[in-house]
């Protein structure tokens, strides 16, 4: 189905200059405003809270080409989040656009892959005990981070495509208020960052591919406000200094290049082919498969229902509520992120009962001590509860609105 879809020339004439359309502000604060229950407390406090939010529409025409109404709040791609695991989307695409540029016979994304060291802090990685084979690919590595946003996987990734053309492919995509400059939870520094590890892989016990491990010279500047934020933080050494938080060479992946790499991962056929992620079929199937799939569903890897519930990776819609049993007919593609009192979630919508599809992408952030890294911050009380309040008005908006072709959605049914 995805081929057939893509191979769609047409399409390209008649979508492609739905990009150039303005972005309505006021519908979206209005539809917060009419639920003053729900989201007074954030409306009052909008900058305190760092939200910002992209809903688009969508509607299908009788050929069942999506075309889109995008609305927004508080966005501004210059004011500075913390984008958390968000950016590990990105990082997984250009893993397997990667690997099909190269045309290495014998090497795919399920080939393993062996990760070794050359520079201060680096690990070695020569088994997965949680894959099938007990053996480490890029394949299972991108399972690991859409099920359970698994950090080290994601820092293979990075050290795999390298962060010099992580950040080349984000400006070829044209993803400018964006840039992937760090692993997560290795305490990486400004020059361990800069440095990735030496991968090779295997077919079998046949070497097929070896990239010795690189130096990214480039600093990658974006102009970006709210960099320094709160009274205090956290040390490496958990030590509290008493000045602002400075996020200044940290990673970055705004409101709008994070649903626009959602958007032309969804939809590729409304973009012409030299703008498409370079990915093959198989590649968006398991994708969408993984980003929809939840974590109880999975066998390999297999996850503790009581640490990674149905809906722990949802938050829109959810609020990631262990107490809440997923809607049968609801599939939520997304990526999500959660640091330093931010939460975040970039998202595509299909409920296949009511034929309601829509893309939703929001941050909120809780943090009342002002005290970065100290790990006390307001997710139950705030954050959860807002984006589950967010995803749920959009939702039942959506199945009010009148559509003159309902879409067909078969494509998004996956095998779980």
């Not at 889109?68 to 250009?94: C, G, Q």
């Not at 993803?175 to 991968?199: C, F, G, M, Q, W």
């Amino acid at each position: 189905m995805i081929k057939t879809i893509l191979s769609l020339t047409l399409v390209l004439c008649l979508n492609f200059p739905i990009y150039a359309q303005k972005i309505d502000t006021i519908y979206l604060e209005k539809l917060l405003k009419s639920h003053p229950d729900k989201f007074s407390h954030i409306l009052n406090h909008p900058q305190k809270n760092q939200v910002q939010i992209l809903y688009t529409q969508i509607d299908r025409d009788k050929n069942n080409i999506p075309h889109f109404e995008t609305y927004s709040y508080n966005l501004d791609d210059h004011r500075y989040f913390f984008p958390a695991s968000t950016v590990k989307l990105p990082t997984l695409i250009f893993a397997l656009e990667k690997i099909n540029k190269l045309k290495i016979p014998g090497l795919t994304k399920e080939s393993i892959m062996i990760t070794g060291a050359d520079f201060d802090k680096q690990t070695v990685v020569e088994k997965d005990s949680t894959s099938k084979s007990g053996l480490p690919s890029v394949e299972h590595y991108i399972k690991k981070i859409l099920l359970v946003s698994d950090n080290d996987a994601y820092n293979r990734l990075y050290e795999f495509v390298g962060r010099a053309e992580i950040n080349q492919r984000l400006k070829e995509y044209d993803l400018t208020t964006s840039r992937i400059l760090n692993r997560y939870a290795v305490k990486d520094t400004e020059l361990t960052s800069r440095h990735t590890n030496p991968v090779s892989f295997f077919d079998n016990k046949k070497m097929v591919y070896s990239q010795p491990g690189k130096f990214d010279l480039e600093n990658y500047p974006i102009e970006l406000s709210n960099l320094v934020m709160g009274k205090a933080y956290l040390d490496s050494s958990d030590h509290l200094v008493n000045k602002p938080f400075n996020m200044t060479n940290r990673n970055a992946f705004s409101m709008t290049d994070q649903q626009a790499v959602m958007k032309k991962l969804i939809f590729p056929e409304v973009f012409p082919v030299n703008e498409r992620f370079q990915l093959t079929v198989d590649d968006y199937n398991l994708i969408y498969t993984y980003m929809s799939k939840y974590p109880t569903e999975s066998d390999y890897p297999k996850y503790d229902p009581k640490e990674n519930w149905s809906t722990s990776a949802k938050f829109l819609f959810y609020g990631a509520d262990p107490e809440i049993k997923p809607d049968s007919n609801i599939r939520i593609f997304n990526k999500y992120g959660d640091s330093y009192g931010f939460i975040i979630d970039n998202a595509y919508f299909v409920d296949f009962k009511n034929k309601v599809e829509f893309l939703l992408t929001a941050v909120v952030q809780s943090n009342d001590d002002e005290i970065y890294n100290d790990s006390k911050y307001e997710y139950k009380e705030v954050c959860y509860p807002f984006m589950k309040n967010l995803g749920q008005v959009i939702y039942q908006t959506e199945l009010k609105r009148k559509k003159k072709y309902l879409p067909d959605l078969k494509r998004f049914q996956m095998k779980y």
